[in-house]
């Protein structure tokens, strides 16, 4: 489908939520990974997804979250701080900051965020331009692979009508609750991996990560989603579908 003049000029920006101050593995934002801050490869990852516009870090405004924005100063990176505990709130915030008209939410414990699923994902919105675009609403590709794209002016008209702390602190749950009000557009796996776990919530997963870096060849960040189920024993290699 060719891209119409007012669609392609629509501004579509990843936002990347991160805090050091997580309970279950605090600071893993900065631990460095194989040598390069956690952070750090999501950003590398993101960086080469084809269609986004730029790359944000949405951190807190916690004396806490510091460090994050020093980093984000050594790596070209914008970022705005907001509040710790209304993330909603925050990317929001980030989103109309850059004037764009759409953001990519990545969650910072995503080393390993395939940049063609992100691009596959933005390719699609662009298209249809819906409310959201998604690959959790059923969830079939591994944790750590969670892409969901929002419309800016959707997101804030909304906002206001979250019902709980949850709706704030996960941002998406109010939009499939009522999935009805919107459009929404999911796309999924043929072949379902959603046991996977390749996103870095606890020390465990921090070292299988780790463990999965350290035996790929040259650039990390070069490797996609198929090419990480290539180290695994016993995994197949499925494909995406709409």
């Not at 510091?66 to 209304?86: I, K, N, V």
């Not at 008209?101 to 933005?122: N, T």
């Not at 692979?145 to 704030?168: G, Y």
């Not at 780790?210 to 189920?229: F, H, K, T």
Request: hydrophobic share 40%; aromatic share 6%; charged share 25%.
């Amino acid at each position: 489908m060719t891209l119409g003049s007012e669609t392609s000029t629509r501004r579509v920006v990843a936002i990347v939520q991160a805090r050091l101050s997580s309970q279950r593995l605090p600071g893993k934002a900065l631990r460095p990974l194989n040598g390069r801050p956690l952070l750090g490869h999501v950003v590398d990852r993101l960086r080469q997804a084809q269609g986004l516009d730029d790359v944000i870090l949405a951190t807190s405004s916690e004396p806490s979250d510091d460090p994050l924005a020093a980093f984000a100063g050594t790596e070209s990176l914008r970022c705005y701080r907001g509040p710790l505990e209304d993330v909603a709130s925050r990317v929001l915030q980030a989103a109309m900051s850059d004037g764009a008209d759409a953001f990519v939410r990545i969650s910072g414990d995503s080393p390993l965020m395939d940049p063609q699923i992100v691009a596959w994902a933005v390719k699609l919105f662009r298209q249809e331009w819906p409310d959201l675009v998604t690959n959790v609403a059923t969830r079939s590709f591994p944790k750590g692979q969670s892409v969901e794209i929002l419309k800016t002016a959707t997101f804030r008209s909304v906002l206001r009508d979250f019902e709980t702390p949850e709706d704030r602190e996960h941002v998406t749950p109010f939009f499939y609750r009522h999935a009805a009000r919107f459009r929404i557009l999911a796309f999924s796996r043929k072949q379902p991996l959603e046991s996977l776990q390749l996103s870095v919530d606890r020390e465990e997963d921090f070292q299988r990560v780790e463990r999965l870096i350290g035996m790929m060849n040259g650039s990390s960040a070069s490797y996609g989603l198929d090419d990480i189920i290539g180290l695994l024993p016993d995994q197949g290699r499925p494909g995406v579908e709409a």
